[in-house]
Protein backbone atom coordinates (compact mmCIF):
# COMPACT_ATOMS: atom_id res chain seq x y z
CA UNK A 1 0.00 0.00 0.00
CA UNK A 2 2.91 2.41 0.85
CA UNK A 3 4.74 1.51 -2.05
CA UNK A 4 0.89 2.63 -4.25
CA UNK A 5 0.85 5.68 -2.82
CA UNK A 6 4.62 6.98 -3.21
CA UNK A 7 3.81 6.17 -6.46
CA UNK A 8 0.84 7.55 -7.31
CA UNK A 9 2.39 11.09 -5.48
CA UNK A 10 5.13 10.77 -8.43
CA UNK A 11 3.19 10.55 -10.79
CA UNK A 12 0.91 13.66 -9.81
CA UNK A 13 4.26 15.69 -8.62
CA UNK A 14 5.61 14.86 -12.31
CA UNK A 15 2.27 15.87 -13.93
CA UNK A 16 2.14 18.65 -12.25
CA UNK A 17 5.58 20.09 -13.06
CA UNK A 18 5.52 19.49 -16.30
CA UNK A 19 5.64 22.39 -18.77
CA UNK A 20 2.11 21.22 -20.48
CA UNK A 21 0.30 21.58 -17.16
CA UNK A 22 2.07 24.51 -16.47
CA UNK A 23 1.03 26.23 -19.99
CA UNK A 24 -2.54 25.38 -19.09
CA UNK A 25 -2.74 26.73 -14.90
CA UNK A 26 -1.13 29.80 -16.29
CA UNK A 27 -3.90 30.68 -19.34
CA UNK A 28 -6.46 29.30 -16.42
CA UNK A 29 -5.18 31.65 -14.08
CA UNK A 30 -4.77 34.23 -16.50
CA UNK A 31 -8.31 33.98 -17.75
CA UNK A 32 -9.62 33.97 -13.85
CA UNK A 33 -7.25 37.21 -13.60
CA UNK A 34 -9.17 39.06 -16.63
CA UNK A 35 -12.53 37.33 -15.32
CA UNK A 36 -11.54 39.26 -11.90
CA UNK A 37 -10.31 42.74 -13.78
CA UNK A 38 -11.58 45.90 -11.69
CA UNK A 39 -13.99 47.92 -14.11
CA UNK A 40 -11.33 50.76 -12.54
CA UNK A 41 -8.57 49.92 -14.32
CA UNK A 42 -10.41 51.27 -17.67
CA UNK A 43 -9.72 54.23 -19.17
CA UNK A 44 -13.36 57.01 -17.88
CA UNK A 45 -14.52 56.87 -21.30
CA UNK A 46 -14.46 52.82 -21.39
CA UNK A 47 -16.07 52.68 -17.35
CA UNK A 48 -19.03 55.02 -18.62
CA UNK A 49 -19.55 53.39 -21.59
CA UNK A 50 -19.97 49.67 -19.49
CA UNK A 51 -22.29 51.30 -16.47
CA UNK A 52 -24.60 52.58 -19.50
CA UNK A 53 -24.75 48.47 -20.75
CA UNK A 54 -25.73 47.75 -17.74
CA UNK A 55 -28.25 49.52 -16.46
CA UNK A 56 -30.05 50.44 -20.42
CA UNK A 57 -30.14 46.95 -21.55
CA UNK A 58 -30.23 46.70 -25.56
CA UNK A 59 -33.41 47.80 -26.57
CA UNK A 60 -35.86 45.76 -28.09
CA UNK A 61 -38.39 46.54 -31.11
CA UNK A 62 -40.97 47.22 -28.61
CA UNK A 63 -39.16 50.20 -27.01
CA UNK A 64 -38.92 52.43 -30.22
CA UNK A 65 -38.28 55.25 -30.77
CA UNK A 66 -35.66 54.24 -28.60
CA UNK A 67 -32.95 52.03 -29.89
CA UNK A 68 -29.69 49.98 -29.14
CA UNK A 69 -28.48 50.98 -25.79
CA UNK A 70 -31.38 54.09 -25.00
CA UNK A 71 -30.43 55.98 -28.42
CA UNK A 72 -33.65 58.20 -29.00
CA UNK A 73 -34.33 58.25 -32.82
CA UNK A 74 -34.54 61.67 -34.30
CA UNK A 75 -35.99 62.64 -37.27
CA UNK A 76 -33.68 61.87 -40.58
CA UNK A 77 -31.85 58.96 -38.88
CA UNK A 78 -32.00 55.64 -40.84
CA UNK A 79 -33.31 53.50 -38.04
CA UNK A 80 -36.48 51.61 -38.72
CA UNK A 81 -39.51 50.20 -36.01
CA UNK A 82 -39.60 47.17 -35.55
CA UNK A 83 -35.95 46.50 -36.61
CA UNK A 84 -33.30 45.57 -33.75
CA UNK A 85 -30.17 46.95 -33.76
CA UNK A 86 -27.01 44.25 -33.15
CA UNK A 87 -24.71 44.19 -30.27
CA UNK A 88 -22.02 45.72 -32.31
CA UNK A 89 -24.23 48.21 -34.04
CA UNK A 90 -25.46 49.30 -30.47
CA UNK A 91 -22.32 49.88 -29.35
CA UNK A 92 -20.87 51.87 -31.83
CA UNK A 93 -24.00 54.18 -31.80
CA UNK A 94 -23.77 54.17 -27.75
CA UNK A 95 -20.04 55.38 -28.29
CA UNK A 96 -21.01 57.89 -31.07
CA UNK A 97 -23.25 59.61 -28.60
CA UNK A 98 -21.04 59.47 -25.48
CA UNK A 99 -18.35 61.36 -27.35
CA UNK A 100 -20.83 63.94 -28.56
CA UNK A 101 -22.22 64.13 -25.30
CA UNK A 102 -18.65 64.46 -23.49
CA UNK A 103 -17.26 67.11 -26.01
CA UNK A 104 -20.48 68.62 -25.22
CA UNK A 105 -18.53 69.23 -21.43
CA UNK A 106 -15.01 69.53 -22.65
CA UNK A 107 -14.63 72.41 -21.00
CA UNK A 108 -14.68 70.50 -17.36
CA UNK A 109 -11.96 68.43 -17.88
CA UNK A 110 -12.03 65.47 -15.78
CA UNK A 111 -15.93 66.13 -15.12
CA UNK A 112 -16.84 65.62 -18.66
CA UNK A 113 -17.12 61.77 -18.86
CA UNK A 114 -19.71 61.82 -15.51
CA UNK A 115 -21.16 64.65 -16.86
CA UNK A 116 -21.82 62.88 -20.54
CA UNK A 117 -22.89 59.55 -18.88
CA UNK A 118 -25.76 62.35 -17.26
CA UNK A 119 -26.65 63.72 -20.66
CA UNK A 120 -26.86 60.20 -22.52
CA UNK A 121 -29.61 59.55 -19.42
CA UNK A 122 -31.47 62.55 -18.72
CA UNK A 123 -31.15 64.89 -21.97
CA UNK A 124 -27.60 67.79 -21.81
CA UNK A 125 -31.11 70.26 -21.20
CA UNK A 126 -31.67 68.73 -18.45
CA UNK A 127 -27.72 68.63 -17.48
CA UNK A 128 -27.21 72.31 -18.67
CA UNK A 129 -29.83 73.73 -16.21
CA UNK A 130 -28.93 71.52 -13.10
CA UNK A 131 -27.07 72.21 -9.91
CA UNK A 132 -24.03 70.13 -10.40
CA UNK A 133 -23.16 72.35 -13.67
CA UNK A 134 -23.39 75.22 -11.53
CA UNK A 135 -21.52 73.94 -9.07
CA UNK A 136 -18.60 72.42 -10.90
CA UNK A 137 -18.72 75.71 -12.32
CA UNK A 138 -18.18 77.24 -9.21
CA UNK A 139 -15.45 75.34 -8.40
CA UNK A 140 -17.47 73.21 -5.85
CA UNK A 141 -16.96 69.25 -5.94
CA UNK A 142 -19.23 68.17 -3.18
CA UNK A 143 -22.05 67.38 -5.90
CA UNK A 144 -22.93 64.09 -4.64
CA UNK A 145 -26.79 65.69 -3.06
CA UNK A 146 -27.12 67.05 -6.76
CA UNK A 147 -26.13 64.43 -8.62
CA UNK A 148 -27.90 61.65 -6.84
CA UNK A 149 -31.12 63.50 -6.89
CA UNK A 150 -31.44 63.16 -10.54
CA UNK A 151 -32.70 59.46 -9.73
CA UNK A 152 -36.60 60.39 -10.43
CA UNK A 153 -38.59 58.87 -13.38
CA UNK A 154 -42.48 59.80 -13.64
CA UNK A 155 -42.35 62.12 -10.68
CA UNK A 156 -41.00 59.22 -8.25
CA UNK A 157 -37.43 58.20 -6.54
CA UNK A 158 -36.55 55.03 -8.59
CA UNK A 159 -34.14 53.01 -6.60
CA UNK A 160 -32.96 51.98 -10.23
CA UNK A 161 -32.01 55.37 -11.44
CA UNK A 162 -30.29 56.20 -8.17
CA UNK A 163 -27.90 52.94 -7.96
CA UNK A 164 -26.98 53.92 -11.38
CA UNK A 165 -25.81 57.56 -9.87
CA UNK A 166 -24.41 55.65 -7.00
CA UNK A 167 -22.35 53.39 -9.96
CA UNK A 168 -21.59 56.93 -12.28
CA UNK A 169 -19.90 58.64 -8.94
CA UNK A 170 -17.94 55.85 -7.83
CA UNK A 171 -16.84 54.91 -11.17
CA UNK A 172 -16.32 58.48 -13.23
CA UNK A 173 -16.15 61.19 -10.47
CA UNK A 174 -12.67 61.89 -9.59
CA UNK A 175 -12.29 64.13 -6.53
Known amino acids: MKRILIFLMA ?6 TSPAFAASSRSA ?6 KN ?6 PLFERAVLIIKKYETLHKPRHWPYVGYGHQVQPGEPYRRGVQLTEAQADALLRKDLAKFCALYSQYGKDSVLLGALAYNCGP ?21 AYT ?24 FIP
Open 37 to 42: RSIMEL
Open 125 to 145: GVVNKSSILKKLKSGDRNIFK
Open 11 to 16: IVTLAV
Open 149 to 172: SHCRYKGKRHKGLYNRRLTELAAL
Open 29 to 34: FGAQQR
